[in-house]
C-alpha cells in the first residue's frame, strides 16, 4: 500500500506552518504547559467513568528491547547492573560482622530519557532559536532546561485515552515504511471505530510497525530509520481538534522518509514548539488494541506521570490505559 504523490514540504512551508498554528501566547506568556492546559478536571472525572471493567494495560515496552542502533542522537539501550546479588547474600559478603545484618538484591540503570517508551518535553525541539512559547533556546543548558522541562507534565499527564488503530482499520498487521498518515485517515478511523475525538484527548495511533520489529525480532532502522507514521498536514488536526497529546507506537510520530528535504523531522518542527502538544513515542498498544477491536470500546481512562526530572527534554514513562 502506497500513499498518492505528496507534495515536498520546504522549509518555508514549516515556518509558514508553525506561525499559522502557533500558541504562543494563548495560555499566557508564562505558560510551561501547551496543549496539556486542554485538559481540565471536568474531563479527569468524566475518564475515570470508562473505566467499566477494571481491565489495565501496560502501555510502556519492554525496557531491555535493543530498539537503539545508533542512528539518531547516539542514544543506547538501557544498562541494567545489578549492585548487589542472591550470590552476594548467600556468600556471606553482605555480612560483614553481623551486627548490621540484612541480605538484599540492589540495582541501577543507565539510559537515554528518550530511549523507550517516553514523553518529549516541550523543550526537546527548537524551532530555530526558540522553543514553544517564544522562549529562547539558550535556557536548555548543560544543566538542563531552565523552562518547558518534563517535570512540569509530572501531575497532568492524566484523562481520556483514544486509540486510532489505522493498522487494523487499514486491514494490515502494519502499515508499511514510508506510508503516511494523512488528516483524512485520522477521521476516517474514528469514524470507522465510533469514537469521537474531543478537546483533551490523549490520542494514540497504532501503524504495527512496533509488533513488527517485536514479531521479527529485528529493530534495525525502528530507532530513526523508514517507519510509517503521521503526515505533516496533520499538523493542522492537533490543532483543530485541540488534543492534549498525540502518541505513536513508533519511534518519531511522523512518517519516515519525512516529507522534507530541507528539514529532518518537519512535523517536530511545528507539533512541539508552535502548538506545544505533548507527544509520546514508542508507546506498545498490541494488548490494548486487540482488546479495542474484541468490544468496540476506544476509549478509556488514561495516565503517564514522567518521571520527576528537573530540567529533562523527555522522560521514560509506563503508560496505563484502563478500561
Known amino acids: 500500500?502506497?500513499?498518492?504523490?505528496?507534495?515536498?514540504?520546504?522549509?518555508?512551508?514549516?515556518?509558514?506552518?508553525?506561525?499559522?498554528?502557533?500558541?504562543?501566547?494563548?495560555?499566557?506568556?508564562?505558560?510551561?504547559?501547551?496543549?496539556?492546559?486542554?485538559?481540565?478536571?471536568?474531563?479527569?472525572?468524566?475518564?475515570a467513568k470508562l473505566i467499566r471493567k477494571g481491565k489495565t494495560f501496560a502501555l510502556g515496552l519492554?525496557?531491555?528491547?535493543?530498539?537503539q542502533s545508533g542512528?539518531?542522537?547516539?542514544?543506547?539501550?538501557?544498562?541494567?547492573?545489578?549492585?548487589?546479588?542472591?550470590?552476594?547474600?548467600?556468600?556471606g559478603e553482605q555480612d560483614g560482622d553481623g551486627r548490621a545484618y540484612l541480605r538484599y538484591a540492589d540495582d541501577a540503570i543507565n539510559m537515554p530519557c528518550q530511549g523507550s517508551t517516553q514523553w518529549d518535553a516541550l523543550c526537546h525541539i527548537f524551532l530555530d532559536d526558540k522553543m514553544y512559547n517564544g522562549y529562547l533556546a539558550t535556557e536548555v543548558t548543560v544543566n538542563g532546561a531552565k523552562r518547558l522541562g518534563v517535570e512540569n507534565y509530572r501531575d497532568k499527564m492524566v484523562g481520556r485515552g483514544v486509540l486510532l488503530d489505522i493498522a487494523r482499520w487499514k486491514g494490515l498487521d502494519s502499515l508499511p515504511d514510508g506510508y503516511a498518515i494523512t488528516n483524512d485517515d485520522l477521521d476516517g478511523c474514528a469514524a470507522a471505530q465510533g469514537v469521537a475525538i474531543r478537546k483533551g484527548d490523549f490520542v494514540i495511533v497504532r501503524t504495527g510497525h512496533q509488533e513488527r520489529c517485536l514479531a521479527s525480532g529485528n529493530w534495525s532502522g525502528?530507532?530513526?530509520?523508514?517507519?510509517?507514521?503521521?503526515?505533516?498536514?496533520?499538523?493542522?488536526?492537533?490543532?483543530?481538534?485541540?488534543?492534549?497529546?498525540?502518541?505513536?507506537?513508533?519511534?518519531g510520530c511522523e512518517v519516515r522518509?519525512?516529507?522534507?528535504?530541507?528539514?529532518?523531522?518537519?512535523?517536530?518542527?511545528?507539533?512541539?514548539?508552535?502548538i506545544g502538544v505533548a507527544m509520546g513515542e514508542i508507546f506498545y498498544v498490541k494488548e490494548l488494541a486487540a482488546d479495542c477491536a474484541e468490544d468496540g470500546v476506544y476509549e478509556f481512562f488514561f495516565?503517564?506521570?514522567?518521571?520527576?526530572?528537573p530540567g529533562a527534554a523527555g522522560s521514560p514513562i509506563n503508560p496505563q490505559a484502563i478500561k
Not at 500558541?23 to 485538559?39: E, F, P, S, Y
Not at 519492554?62 to 530498539?67: A, E
Not at 542512528?71 to 556468600?91: E, P, S
Not at 495516565?303 to 526530572?309: D, G, K, M, R, V
Open 1 to 47: 500500500m502506497a500513499n498518492p504523490s505528496r507534495p515536498t514540504i520546504t522549509r518555508a512551508d514549516i515556518y509558514a506552518t508553525a506561525k499559522e498554528l502557533s500558541n504562543w501566547g494563548r495560555w499566557g506568556d508564562d505558560d510551561q504547559l501547551g496543549t496539556v492546559n486542554n485538559v481540565t478536571p471536568h474531563d479527569i472525572v468524566e475518564a
Open 62 to 67: 519492554d525496557l531491555k528491547q535493543k530498539i
Open 71 to 91: 542512528l539518531f542522537g547516539g542514544r543506547w539501550n538501557l544498562i541494567h547492573q545489578m549492585l548487589a546479588t542472591g550470590t552476594d547474600a548467600v556468600t
Open 222 to 251: 525502528y530507532a530513526g530509520g523508514d517507519a510509517p507514521g503521521l503526515a505533516f498536514e496533520t499538523a493542522r488536526w492537533i490543532k483543530a481538534h485541540d488534543i492534549a497529546a498525540i502518541c505513536a507506537d513508533t519511534w
Open 257 to 274: 522518509p519525512n516529507e522534507s528535504d530541507e528539514a529532518n523531522q518537519p512535523w517536530h518542527w511545528v507539533v512541539i514548539p508552535a
Open 303 to 309: 495516565t503517564a506521570p514522567p518521571l520527576h526530572i
